[in-house]
């Protein structure tokens, strides 16, 4: 026991064997000596900073600024301790804003949502030397983005898409050097398995469109794919495409680097902080009211992920998006799993695998998912309130029996879920709301807009600093559903959509709402 009463010089902390085994060998991890418990626990660091705000924040240690060992700490458990550093992991918050009653008078951009989208357009715009305030009616970073599998698909459907999806991950490379704030990622790229006759031409379709692009993507065989991911069975593989530079991560380290980066460029942050009305005079935004006063602003972004819908309506907008719950599991540390085991995705069962916190994490598309109406849900709705059903990833894991065996009857350290929004099409939203002018959308990314936010956020930077779209984003135009779809038929096709999440469009049944919207 360590008693954390007094600050302490520790020289070193021997970790317990059951914390070394949960432990992936090329984990980054940080020491938080909890000052309430007197318990000095190992967790990874991004786990670190999304707890940051519930812990005492003078005692932690990232260790791998100490010393760059991190195979020493899994190996062999016992770790120097340097003495405690200065607060480095909490958000400042700062206070002065609540004075009188009234917060911040006026900024260029209120961006509304701290979520990886909303965080990154904020930090670009700050950088473009705007001010920003990023406004939250919760913790900075907590909600869907948080919870997200952290998984890059780089090649996609359209050009412009997989360019952008490839712009992500480099800005993901080069994440600290951009921002100065810590991203541990690994890079051991993906596996798409195709099972059926429709999904072997896909892989093959995909692969030359890859190629033309290229990017480094290749159809590798299926035993090939085995010793790339052991755990992979090949009986009933058709094809697999191997595309080498996809990426993953622990996914809050995305928003809350973004926002403490644009904090330290000078964006205010506020937290806890509900947009309560977009004020629009003679057609254009002039301010945005929150419960804890008004702040002036011609600009207005609208990065409120599962709200994005309730929050345009604020301004009198109207963006169709469809919050749709999306849910993954971990199962417990198994010691074949190795941090450099590719992203496997199964195209006819909407499935993923990857490694996570020594486990396997599984996440997929269920046929009927559970869709939300954000203004039936009361105003203190957060995330953590969302009902989980582990059933959908036990059938989901059921449907990938042939390929992953390991999932059946294993436990599970780890379940979460959250509520990104699905388009009727498929594509994102991102540009300048319909009707109201200085108001701005992102999001719709139908569960891709952890690992994109990157570019996305950077893209409508340039937008909205530039006066012009950077490129044609045509296709993402939140107008382009101006004149109306039934509400019936905007959520059966959202649902198509959820449900076939890996199917090319020419291999996605056609659902008869298509014809009637
Ligand atoms: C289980 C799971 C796995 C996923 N896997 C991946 C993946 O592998 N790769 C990937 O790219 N994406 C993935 N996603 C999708 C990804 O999480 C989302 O696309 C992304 O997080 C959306 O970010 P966001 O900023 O729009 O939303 P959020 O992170 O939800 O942020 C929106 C914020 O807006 C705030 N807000 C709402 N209304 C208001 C208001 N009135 N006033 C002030 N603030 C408000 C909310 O409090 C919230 O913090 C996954 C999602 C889930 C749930």
């Excluded at 904020?122 to 030397?129: M, R, S, T």
């Excluded at 506020?270 to 602003?297: M, Y």
């Amino acid at each position: 026991m360590i008693d954390m009463r007094e600050r302490q010089v520790l020289r070193h902390v021997v970790l317990p064997q059951a914390l070394r085994v949960a432990l992936p060998p090329m984990g980054n991890y940080a020491i938080a000596l909890l000052k309430d418990t007197s318990v000095a626990s190992l967790i990874s660091a991004p786990e670190l900073m999304l707890r940051a705000r519930d812990l005492s924040s003078e005692y932690f240690m990232p260790m791998h600024d100490l010393f760059g060992r991190r195979h020493h700490v899994s190996l062999h458990g016992i770790s120097p301790l340097v003495p405690c550093a200065p607060a480095r992991a909490t958000l400042r918050t700062d206070k002065r804003q609540w004075k009188g009653g009234s917060m911040i008078d006026k900024v260029d951009v209120v961006v509304i949502g701290s979520g990886a989208l909303g965080a990154s357009t904020a930090f670009h715009l700050v950088k473009a030397g705007r001010s920003v305030a990023l406004v939250d009616k919760a913790a900075i970073a907590s909600q869907t983005s948080p919870r997200a599998a952290g998984l890059s698909g780089q090649l996609r459907r359209s050009e412009l898409m997989t360019r952008l999806a490839s712009r992500a991950v480099a800005k993901i490379e080069r994440f600290t050097e951009e921002t100065g704030e810590p991203m541990v990622f690994f890079q051991p790229g993906s596996l798409k398995i195709a099972r059926t006759p429709e999904h072997e031409k896909q892989v093959h379709e995909e692969v030359a469109f890859g190629k033309r692009l290229g990017l480094n993507v290749d159809l590798i065989a299926p035993e090939a794919a085995r010793r790339l991911m052991p755990f992979l069975h090949t009986d009933g593989i058709r094809a697999v495409l191997h595309m080498r530079t996809d990426v993953y991560l622990e996914p809050v380290q995305v928003p809350l680097g973004y926002a403490r980066a644009s904090e330290r460029l000078g964006a205010r942050l506020l937290p806890e902080t509900r947009v309560t009305k977009i004020v629009v005079e003679n057609g254009a935004v002039t301010r945005v009211a929150t419960d804890k006063g008004e702040i002036g602003a011609t600009t207005v972004v609208d990065a409120a992920g599962g709200w994005l819908r309730l929050v345009a309506s604020l301004a009198g907008s109207s963006v169709p998006v469809v919050p749709t719950r999306h849910q993954l599991m971990i199962t417990v540390p198994l010691p074949e799993v190795t941090p450099d085991q590719p992203i496997t995705r199964i195209i006819d069962a909407n499935v993923y695998v990857r490694p996570d916190k020594g486990g396997l994490m599984l996440g997929g598309y269920e046929k009927d998912p559970v869709q939300y109406d954000m203004n039936r849900q009361p105003t203190a709705f957060r995330i953590e309130n969302l009902e989980l059903d582990i059933a959908v990833l036990r059938r989901l894991a059921e449907s990938v029996h042939d390929q992953f065996p390991i999932f059946r009857d294993i436990a599970v350290q780890e379940h979460r879920g959250g509520l990104p929004t699905m388009t009727a099409d498929g594509e994102y939203v991102l540009g300048p709301a319909p009707g109201v002018q200085g108001l701005y959308v992102i999001g719709g990314c139908c569960v891709g807009g952890l690992s994109t936010a990157p570019a996305f956020g950077e893209v409508l930077a340039e937008w909205i600093v530039m006066g012009r779209s950077p490129m044609d984003l045509s296709r993402m135009s939140p107008a382009r559903f101006a004149t109306g779809l039934p509400e019936a038929s905007l959520l059966a096709l959202c649902r198509d959509r959820y449900a076939h999440h890996y199917w090319s469009s020419a291999t996605m049944p056609k659902h008869t709402a298509v014809a009637s919207a």
